[in-house]
């Protein structure tokens, strides 16, 4: 078999409606990779999902585990591969999206990273609205998260120069992650074609906990520029009760 040219980690906990649609999207990318399925001791079908498709993977294992960022970091390290990404598992990759992500990196070797567009969609599936996707430009990350994270894949070098995901860290993972590899190597190599899908339901963090999320990304932010923009406090209304509208837009018609 050729060598795996990325190691995608996959944490999931009670996502088994999701699971399959999201491992069976790795498995259709056509490339060598090495796919570990981080499950923190689920109690729906997940498991026997991951049963199903366990010829097909490097690794799984689940167990109660120390959060969402732990999960992803042991899943990265088990791997050798000089790409990596995660890929929550309500999440999807679109056709050759790996791919895409890593001929733009592959152009831009000074670049840690390479992002591309997402779709948000449905839990049945349908698209809901475009992600706002943006070429990547600092001052503008410190008003709002313009990467889509299932649209992502790091250089293995990078990612471990930074030490992965700061697991002290529930929501605003990945957007820590974006300043820690630009502080430490500049911008991120963006492509403006669709790579993944980004599915809203009324489970996801975004809708179930928009309060920490607003506040912890509020934290990443002020640590990474010295300050937390206006942006932030005048939107702060908005944005917290969005968890409401979400949560009903997603029940409404997510079906």
Not at 140 to 145: I, W
Not at 209 to 223: F, I, P, S, T, W
Request: charged fraction near 25%; charge should be positive.
């Amino acid at each position: 078999m050729p060598d795996p040219i990325i190691t995608v980690a996959v944490p999931s906990l009670n996502q088994g409606r999701f699971l399959d649609k999201a491992l069976r999207s790795i498995s259709e990318q056509g490339l060598p990779a090495e796919v570990f399925v981080l499950d923190g001791g689920s109690t729906d079908q997940s498991v026997d999902v991951i049963r199903r498709w366990e010829n097909r993977l490097s690794g799984w294992r689940s167990r109660p585990d120390r959060g969402q960022a732990a999960a992803i970091n042991e899943g990265i390290a088990r791997g050798r591969a000089p790409y990596v990404c995660w890929l929550n598992a309500d999440d999807y990759y679109l056709t050759r999206g790996i791919e895409t992500l890593i001929r733009a990196l592959e152009r831009a070797p000074e670049a840690p990273a390479a992002y591309g567009c997402c779709w948000t969609v449905t839990s049945s599936g349908r698209r809901a609205f475009r992600y706002p996707t943006l070429r990547f430009r600092p001052w503008v990350l410190a008003n709002f998260c313009f990467i889509c994270q299932p649209g992502t894949v790091i250089r293995r070098t990078a990612w471990e120069s930074v030490g992965g995901l700061n697991e002290d860290l529930h929501v605003a993972l990945d957007y820590d992650l974006w300043w820690r590899l630009y502080g430490a190597f500049g911008a991120l190599e963006y492509t403006p074609e669709f790579v993944a899908a980004a599915v809203m339901h009324s489970e996801t963090k975004t809708a179930t906990k928009r309060r920490e999320h607003y506040l912890e990304a509020m934290a990443v932010v002020r640590q990474h520029t010295g300050r937390t923009p206006l942006k932030w406090y005048l939107a702060w209304p908005f944005m917290v009760n969005a968890r409401e509208w979400i949560r009903a837009w997603a029940d409404k018609f997510g079906a």
